[in-house]
């Protein structure tokens, strides 16, 4: 038998298409019934929220645990994000998806940022940068350094003069009192860094008061958990998504969040 | 016709393949579009899900936004088709065909963005939530696509008219050129 031409199959592409339709049209009714029986998903983030209960921009607590969040936990869409500031890709969401939300969707009460520490061990400063944001996020200065951060990145990465960077990002006063924060933290960055795992270099640093926090966000993190850095965690109104890695693109985020906005 | 003369264990084997296959293509559209977090199906729950869908396509950085939004509002559906297309058996051939260009297309992507060293999410809809590299590659490349060519393969060897001097009737046998 000679095969059909592809033009005779015409008719039976427009069935199949027609069925798929309907396929949808049948599959939607019976799956929302299902899913009004289905539990809803438990929502992981609150010991995070838990954390930084005022997370409002810019305050600071000394006497406390870093603030390290932007906007107001009231806000319907929170997103979490582990990061480790010497990580070129952390630096591509940041510069070209994360500051353009901060300042529209953030400012205007849409999302609740929350930053997370997830430095990596094949970066050489990563953790020391860690430290330093940690050590400014004490005094209030968290935003400014993490943006001072990822600015020069290039250049604290390559010499490791990341104190260079932060001073610039802060008053002298502010970063007098960083640099307290800082006694005994940047002699013990070397062991940190030259450790063959994140395991190892958490019990070789201990002894800064900084890593505590450090170590509390890669804790959680690796409940997520974290394969690869960025990854970022998304909650709507207490529902939590799968998590996502890599840098996606402001606009595609910003549609993500109209439509969650919008429903 | 021709289908007749080939075994009947070749021809059930074939339709559990093509099955199988659309198996893989219904499930992946189905979890691009269902519901996330606790919505009901709806129009909203479907924008949503695609628009996720647009972020998992868009972490691979191999196509402007546009373009992101594009395929991630098309492949959905396009799985869809191609899962009843195949489940139908109508114009096999065609349709193991463009199985077969899909999951190359999928394979090039990924293996694109692990040789990029993205950590990002395969995005596939198939299965766990899984990273790309060599795990998502190998569950293409040696899974569902020799899957996609042996029902391409055997749609063909089905549908392939028997060659002139397979017939055995001597009788029958065309007659030489004078």
Not at chain 1, 155 to 167: E, F, L, P, R
Not at chain 2, 110 to 128: K, T
Request: glycine share 6%.
């Amino acid at each position: 038998m000679k095969s059909k031409p592809l033009a005779r199959c015409v008719p039976a592409m427009v069935t199949i298409a027609a069925m798929t339709i309907l396929a949808l049209a049948l599959a939607l009714p019976a799956a929302a019934q299902a899913q009004t029986s289905a539990p809803t998903k438990p929502a992981t983030s609150s010991a995070t929220k838990t954390t930084h209960p005022t997370a409002s921009v810019n305050t600071a607590t000394p006497a406390g645990a870093p603030v390290k969040t932007y906007g107001s936990s009231t806000a319907p869409i929170t997103m979490e994000v582990f990061t480790d500031y010497e990580c070129p890709s952390c630096r591509n969401l940041f510069e070209g998806t994360l500051r353009p939300m901060i300042a529209d969707y953030v400012a205007n009460g849409k999302v609740y940022l929350i930053h997370h520490d997830f430095p990596l061990p094949m970066h050489k400063h990563g953790y020391e940068a860690a430290r330093w944001a940690n050590a400014a996020a004490r005094v209030g200065q968290f935003q400014n350094v993490e943006a001072a951060l990822y600015d020069n990145q290039n250049y604290w990465g390559t010499d490791g003069n990341i104190a260079k960077y932060v001073s610039a990002a802060m008053s002298p006063a502010e970063f007098q009192r960083v640099q307290k924060l800082m006694v005994g933290c940047e002699d013990q960055t070397t062991a940190a860094v030259t450790s063959p795992s994140l395991k190892n270099a958490a019990q070789t640093t201990h002894s800064c008061a900084l890593d505590s926090y450090i170590e509390k966000d890669r804790a959680l993190g690796m409940t997520i958990p974290v394969n690869s850095t960025p990854t970022y965690v998304i909650s709507y109104k207490g529902q939590r998504l799968p998590a996502g890695s890599g840098v996606v693109s402001w606009p595609i985020l910003k549609q993500f969040f109209d439509s969650l906005l919008s429903q | 016709m021709s289908q007749n003369t080939r075994p009947k264990w070749a021809r059930i084997l074939l339709i559990v393949g093509r099955i199988a296959l659309a198996a893989i293509f219904l499930i992946a559209g189905y979890a691009k579009l269902k519901p996330q977090f606790a919505m009901l199906w709806s129009v909203g729950s479907v924008r949503t899900s695609l628009s996720m869908f647009a972020m998992q396509v868009d972490s691979y950085q191999m196509l402007p936004p546009w373009a992101v939004n594009a395929v991630a509002h098309v492949l959905p559906f396009f799985e869809l088709f191609l899962g009843l297309w195949l489940l139908t058996g109508i114009a096999l051939r065609f349709s193991s065909i463009l199985s077969v260009l899909a999951f190359c297309a999928f394979m090039t992507a990924i293996a694109s963005a692990y040789h990029r060293g993205l950590g990002i999410n395969c995005g596939c809809g198939i299965g766990p939530v899984e990273q790309v590299g060599p795990g998502a590659l190998i569950r293409d490349g040696l899974k569902f696509l020799p899957l996609a060519l042996a029902v391409t393969f055997g749609s063909f060897w089905i549908r392939r008219k028997p060659a002139p001097n397979a017939v055995t009737v001597p009788e029958a046998a065309p007659s030489t050129q004078s």
